[in-house]
């Protein structure tokens, strides 16, 4: 799924690859798909999309925003976004294919759900795509050690869990069920501990494991789980994810275990990430 690093890493490749490309046909909801979210009637899409130009793409914590001249692509985590060269056959199933004059596509598929929203700019009025919009990301100075204890010392989560606190409710754009797993990993904490029985050395651990996991990850081009704009996995080598359940711990051989917890896959290490 798309989260922060996967996001930031596919704006930096759209501007140095597709940029500057005009778009000569566009083919919005082709094939049939129940959770695919789309801004309006998406057969008005061609209208709004042929004849500009890719401009530039930014990312907002998991969301990726391509600019059009007036009008803005919005894609969202759950969308399988791959760049085609002039030859490359385009995929049977899609919901949404971008043309360009020099014969190379935009494809994007929707995996469980996801949006793909064009629009003019300033008519998207989405909460999640606002809010990812004006929070720092992690990547920032803005998101430095006061903002985090601001965040981490409300009455309101301090019963919660690690996991819901960090990923759920947009509280940390991009910071999703994925990047969360090493996150929780690097900072030696169980994803089920709950926030009000954390030591402030832990605390500490977690602001510095979001900060470092997330660059590290972002500088590496996205998670080895997650494909790029070339349909190639991305560099960093994920320590908690499918690749390494049921494998040995690297950090003290304990196990690395895989359970279902608030809607999602958990993973954590049965000797060092205690609950």
Same mark, same amino acid.
């Given at each position: ?43 008005n899409y061609r209208q709004l999309l042929i004849g500009k130009t890719i401009d530039e793409a930014r990312s ?25 060269? *002039? ?12 043309? /360009? ?31 990812? *919009?004006? *929070? ?6 803005? /998101? ?20 819901? /606190? ?27 501990? *709950?926030?009000? @029985? ?26 080895? @789980? ?50």
């Open positions: 799924m798309l989260e922060l690093p996967e996001a930031v890493n596919l704006a930096r490749q759209i501007n140095q690859s597709i940029a500057g490309k005009r778009i000569a046909n566009v083919i919005a909801a082709q094939t049939p798909h129940k959770f695919a979210w789309y801004f309006g009637d998406p057969q907002y914590g998991g969301l990726l925003e391509i600019q059009t001249g007036t009008a803005l692509i919005l894609i969202s985590d759950g969308v399988r976004l791959r760049y085609l060269g *002039k030859n490359e056959k385009q995929p049977q199933k899609h919901q949404l294919i971008i043309e /360009f004059d020099d014969g190379s596509a935009l494809s994007a598929s929707v995996q469980m759900y996801g949006g793909l929203w064009v629009f003019p700019e300033g008519e998207l009025d989405d909460p999640y795509y606002l809010i990812a *919009k004006t *929070k720092p990301s992690p990547l920032s100075s803005a /998101f430095d050690r006061a903002y985090f204890d601001l965040m981490i010392s409300s009455a309101e989560v301090q019963k919660m869990s690690v996991k819901a /606190f960090l990923a759920t409710e947009q509280r940390i754009p991009g910071l999703g069920n994925g990047v969360l797993q090493d996150i929780l990993y690097n900072a030696r904490i169980h994803p089920k501990r *709950k926030i009000h @029985t954390l030591s402030s050395m832990e605390q500490i651990a977690l602001y510095e494991s979001i900060k470092n996991t997330l660059a590290e990850m972002t500088f590496q081009g996205g998670r080895d @789980t997650e494909k790029d704009l070339f349909d190639q996995p991305g560099g960093y080598q994920t320590k908690l994810s499918k690749n390494t359940s049921g494998k040995n711990c690297p950090r003290c051989a304990g196990t690395i275990k895989k359970e279902n917890y608030l809607g999602g896959s958990i993973y954590h290490c049965d000797g060092c990430q205690r609950v």
